[in-house]
C-alpha cells in the first residue's frame, strides 16, 4: 500500500516529462528500475500479487506481479547491455 501512495511515485511524471519527453506519470511503464525493480520484489517477497498506485483514494493505475515483470523482462531484453535506467536515460 505504501509504495502505491502518489508521495512515492508521484516524481515520476517531472522526471520521464524532462528525461524522455514523455508526459506519463506511470512509473512502471518505462525506464525506472528502482521504482518498478524494487516494487516487483518487494511484491515477491511479501507475497503481494497487485500493485495499486492510488492518489487521495482513487486508484489510478493497477498492476498485477505478473506484468510488471513482464515489462521488465522486455526492457530487458531490449537493451542492447542488460542494463535498465533508473532515470530517464540514466543507466544503474
Known amino acids: ?3 502505491g501512495d502518489r508521495r512515492m511515485w508521484g516524481y515520476w511524471r517531472l522526471e520521464n516529462t524532462w528525461g524522455n519527453l514523455r508526459f506519463d506519470g506511470d512509473p512502471v511503464r518505462h525506464q525506472n528500475i528502482m521504482y518498478s525493480g524494487f516494487t516487483a520484489l518487494q511484491m515477491a517477497v511479501g507475497g503481494a500479487s497487485r500493485l495499486e498506485l ?5 486508484v489510478q493505475l493497477s498492476y498485477g506481479l505478473d ?3 513482464a515489462l521488465l523482462d522486455r526492457q530487458y531484453r531490449a ?13 544503474y
Do not use: D, F
Not at 492510488?54 to 482513487?58: A, E, L, M, V
Not at 542492447?80 to 536515460?89: K, Q, S
Open 1 to 3: 500500500t505504501k509504495i
Open 54 to 58: 492510488h492518489h487521495r483514494g482513487k
Open 67 to 69: 506484468q510488471i515483470m
Open 79 to 91: 537493451s542492447p547491455y542488460g542494463l535498465l535506467a533508473c532515470e530517464p536515460n540514466w543507466i
